[in-house]
């Protein structure tokens, strides 16, 4: 009998010289995961390497592509137009990443800590997704309709500042190549805010109640709260949605075609956008592949860095808990 349950358990537990069998890496997983990385690898991987092989061509879209190696490149980094749209960039990452982070981050803990608390959670909900709503409108349909209120002689905030007795604030806002910018900055601060919102809310639901209780007793105020309490305990919600943010300023195309088309004079132009008038316009599909080879680069360094970041932070905190 015994010699029967050493040899059940041997079979069952350990291997044939009786040492402890390893279990079995569970690889059933994988066949999920295939239809989608062999999607990923059709539409993104292969595009991208066909866009970096005629990235160092002169080709004008029709014939055949004549090898130019890295002629494209070198012209583009004495591109004074691709530098200027590159800085506009930086602004579009301050208008979408930065300014809707802070202010998501102040109006989720208002919406979470006060208006919550004092009005109720369904009041909450409905103001969550007022915010939220640019997010689900599509682009060309917002770009159209902010078009239409920042027209310069019938639009409506002209009206407005007109009705107020502030007819002296007018202006092209759209037309004019020294505020234009700051217009679209303005229009992607109200698509963009509801994103921040909505992720930071949900990250404080996870907050220890008992924090903020503590706080409480402690004597401190609502500001206070939230600089030593919300913040810390939502820093990788911040993280994800810096990155994340930052990402779709530097990639953005929709606003600013709709909108201005990359005008006044190159004012709003964005290397999306300076990519495809060089594909689609001027037809040098090499250099225009060469921009979005670039700008695609830097979005990976981009998305890596803030990867890398947040695993460091996360692996901090759990070192401070252990």
Request: aromatic content about 12%.
């Amino acid at each position: 009998m015994t010699a029967t349950v050493e040899r059940g358990s041997r079979a069952v537990g350990t291997h044939r010289h009786g040492g402890p069998r390893r279990p079995r890496p569970d690889r059933s997983y994988a066949l999920f995961l295939l239809p989608g990385a062999l999607a990923f690898l059709a539409a993104v991987v292969v595009p991208f390497l066909m866009n970096t092989g005629v990235s160092f061509t002169d080709w004008q879209g029709v014939g055949s592509p004549r090898w130019s190696g890295l002629a494209n490149y070198r012209e583009l980094m004495d591109d004074s137009e691709f530098w200027a749209s590159f800085r506009h960039s930086l602004f579009m990452v301050v208008a979408m990443a930065v300014v809707p982070t802070v202010l998501g981050l102040v109006l989720a803990a208002a919406l979470f800590d006060h208006i919550g608390k004092h009005f109720g959670s369904r009041t909450a909900t409905v103001l969550r997704a007022c915010f939220y709503l640019p997010q689900v409108l599509p682009i060309a349909v917002a770009g159209i309709v902010w078009s239409w209120i920042l027209a310069p002689d019938n639009g409506s905030l002209n009206a407005l500042l007109k009705g107020v007795g502030l007819g002296s604030w007018q202006q092209d806002w759209l037309g004019d190549p020294d505020i234009a910018l700051y217009s679209v900055m303005g229009v992607m601060v109200w698509v963009q805010i509801g994103f921040p919102l909505v992720v930071f809310m949900a990250g404080l639901q996870r907050v220890d109640p008992q924090l903020y209780e503590a706080a409480e007793l402690d004597g401190a105020g609502w500001w206070r709260r939230f600089w030593h309490v919300t913040l810390p305990q939502i820093r990788p919600e911040i993280s994800v949605v810096l990155t994340w943010c930052s990402i779709a300023a530097l990639k953005v195309f929709g606003a600013v075609y709709v909108l201005t088309k990359g005008g006044p004079g190159g004012a709003t132009d964005v290397p999306s956008y300076f990519s495809f008038t060089t594909f689609f316009e001027k037809t040098q599909v090499g250099y225009g592949a060469a921009i979005s080879t670039v700008l695609t680069v830097i979005i990976m360094l981009l998305s890596l860095i803030g990867l890398r970041l947040q695993t460091r932070a996360e692996d901090a905190e759990e070192g401070v808990r252990a």
